[in-house]
């Protein structure tokens, strides 16, 4: 079994001065390179993934509205990370990858195409966690910090 060596949750906005604050996309996966520098994952696969995942927590449930929050959490072992990113929801839809080419609604399907595994689920309050898994491939001697 593999063992955990890294857990770490984190509120975004981090800080939330104000009842309008909202969620910006970019912080995310910005936490996210710098908690991971070093872990040996492909940042720039995990910064695309979770930019789509946070979007669309902001677009489609009550975390883009103002006074919204979203946590990311990120679970590391010896052979991968797992992020999850969890929404505060009133979704009334499961999120889906669309059967046929749009013009949008495609962030699912690069997180299914880049992901070695991700999926999603949804508490009895309404929360959303969608997660992805990427391996780690090396680099990762002395992380974390």
Not at 59 to 68: D, E, K, L, M, Y
């Given at each position: 079994m593999p063992t955990g060596r890294f857990v770490e949750v984190v509120r975004f906005p981090v800080e939330n001065v104000s009842p309008e604050a909202q969620v910006n996309v970019r912080e995310v996966p910005a936490y996210l390179r710098e908690a991971l520098d070093g872990a040996g994952a492909d940042l720039d696969d995990v910064d695309l993934m979770a930019a789509e995942i946070v979007?669309?927590?902001?677009?489609?449930?009550?975390?883009?509205?103002?006074?919204?929050q979203v946590w990311a959490a990120v679970i590391a072992t010896d052979e991968q990370v797992r992020v999850e990113v969890i929404d505060q929801s009133e979704a009334r839809s499961e999120p889906w990858i669309p059967p046929y080419p749009v013009l949008s609604g495609r962030?699912?399907?690069?997180?299914?195409e880049l992901a070695a595994r991700w999926d999603w689920s949804r508490d009895r309050n309404g929360y959303t966690t969608v997660w992805f898994?990427?391996?780690r491939t090396g680099g990762a001697a002395g992380w974390p910090r």
């Open positions: 979007t669309n927590a902001v677009r489609h449930t009550a975390s883009g509205r103002p006074g919204g962030g699912l399907l690069i997180v299914q898994q990427v391996p």
